[in-house]
């Protein structure tokens, strides 16, 4: 297995995870694309000392994106495509929980 701070990139902190976390007990982390469920929950339970319930696996694909440059005094439009991801989000079993910002 390789080592957790390979598996679990960043964690995701939205306001809707925000809410997750505080009714469900459910966490998200950023992972690379070659990672499956399973190393997911061994990295996090070796990393916080928690016991996982539950992980599921989502792809985000990345949308278009245009972009305007302004160069010598002209104006360069161009297209191109924000950054896919794959997100995983981590249930956690009850009694346990994750202080994201004491890390």
């Known amino acids: 297995m390789k080592h957790f701070s390979k598996i679990l990139i960043r964690p995701i902190v939205t306001e809707k995870m925000t809410a997750l976390q505080e009714t469900e007990n459910k966490y998200a982390f950023e992972v690379p694309f070659n990672i499956n469920k399973i190393d997911v929950k061994k990295a996090v339970e070796e990393k916080f000392n928690v016991k996982v319930s539950k992980v599921a ?21 161009t297209d191109g495509f924000a950054k896919s991801k794959k997100r995983a ?13 004491s890390v």
């Open 57 to 77: 696996i989502s792809n985000i694909k990345g949308k278009a994106k245009q972009m305007t440059v302004k160069s010598n005094g002209r104006t360069i439009r």
């Open 89 to 101: 989000i981590v249930t956690l079993i009850d009694g346990y929980n994750i202080d994201l910002f």
